[in-house]
């Protein structure tokens, strides 16, 4: 057993990976944890290290799925560097112990280089990626903190015993819940969200159907477009007469949150918790070719409570995006009917729940 306190955070790639590792870093910070985060130099991940002052491993791992054959070698080549790496990094001889904490997503391969303490694995979607399923082939997964009951259930056909499934809910910090009031205008205010990238699909399509509704004053809109797409986007908007407000990226999304009365925006796992924690009505446009269709069936998990609508991309996505948005213009109280539904859904603190389980292994 370790005296000094020490966690592997693996986390990399996408924010839906690397912001949930984030907060939960935090915590383990507060609590004066040493931490060593494994990550790419392709995310937010290294940034992030830099700014909290946490000692960075970098490897050049990357995604294999869906690839050719000569990217798929590519990556069995970066898999093995990536553990020579980690291995060096990580003290082999050095017989103190510690657990890891993996949160998804190709980076966590390096999990399978990892003999010298137990691996505990976040899972954000209700369905479980590729490398979360490689991982529970394994005996090192002692613990799966799931990001939603329908994870839970996921994992639980596996029936591995030695497993704990815990439903914690995604990390998503202490968003503040929205007030029950709603916007009393006739103006309806619509956050667009395309994920921390942006969405093409979303960028081009969404100021075409919005032109109308921003022309007579029926709409006010906030929109963030990625960092690559900004110009691209206000571009999209300039000829139109209205209230726009076009961002690359919106760093205060709580407060994005509170003044939207609804919001347009793709599904990943982190973006439907964040939706949860602050009460609000999602308006869910999947990503088409999301692997295993997961960020469908994250959108499925509140609309088939009622508590949000889902429009898939599709060639008709304009006019049943056009056919929602007069529908709820003239009958504000299909938002407070959703709002009361996402209510009752249980919150939890994700990050004190996955820091007390792990922590318990220090005892």
């Not at 898999?79 to 510690?98: A, D, E, T, V």
């Not at 914690?168 to 619509?190: A, R």
């Not at 409570?305 to 056919?323: G, P, V």
């Amino acid at each position: 057993m370790a005296d000094l306190k020490t966690i592997y955070i693996v986390a990399g790639g996408t924010g839906g990976h690397v912001f949930p590792a984030k907060r939960v870093a935090q915590k383990y910070l507060n609590n004066g944890f040493k931490i060593n985060w494994i990550g790419t130099s392709r995310g937010p991940e290294k940034k992030i290290c830099k700014d909290l002052g946490i000692n960075f491993i970098q490897v050049p791992l990357y995604g294999f799925r869906g690839k050719g054959f000569f990217t798929k070698l590519k990556a069995l080549i970066a898999f093995i560097l990536s553990g020579l790496i980690f291995i060096f990094y990580s003290n082999p001889f050095n017989k103190q112990n510690s657990p890891m904490l993996v949160f998804g997503g190709y980076v966590s391969l390096i999990a399978f280089f990892y003999f010298k303490g137990p691996v505990f694995l976040q899972e954000q979607n209700t369905i479980p990626g590729s490398v979360s399923r490689l991982l529970l082939s394994t005996n090192k997964v002692s613990k799966i903190f799931c990001g939603f009951e329908k994870t839970k259930n996921f994992f639980e056909k596996y029936e591995k015993n030695f497993i704990d499934l815990i439903n914690t809910g995604n990390p998503v910090g202490k968003i503040k819940e929205k007030e029950n009031s709603l916007n009393n205008s006739s103006c309806l205010k619509v956050l667009v969200l395309g994920g921390s990238q942006g969405s093409m699909f979303l960028n081009e399509l969404i100021p075409e159907t919005f032109k109308e509704f921003i022309e007579n004053n029926s709409l006010e809109v906030k929109h963030q477009s990625g960092y690559k797409n900004e110009t691209k986007v206000k571009d999209n908007y300039s000829t139109f007469i209205g209230e726009v407000t076009v961002q690359a990226f919106i760093e205060d999304i709580e407060s994005a949150y509170q003044w939207a009365d609804i919001i347009i925006c793709r599904s990943g796992a982190l973006t439907v918790s964040e939706i949860i924690a602050s009460r609000s009505v999602g308006v869910f446009v999947p990503i088409k070719v999301s692997i295993d269709d997961h960020q469908k069936e994250n959108a499925s998990y509140l609309s088939s409570l009622d508590a949000a609508w889902l429009i898939e991309e599709s060639e008709n996505f304009k006019n049943e995006l056009r056919e929602l948005l007069v529908e709820i213009i003239n009958n504000k109280n299909l938002i407070y009917e959703k709002r009361e539904n996402i209510k009752k859904i249980e919150l939890k603190d994700a990050e004190s729940i996955i820091f007390n389980e792990i922590n318990a292994w220090y005892k």
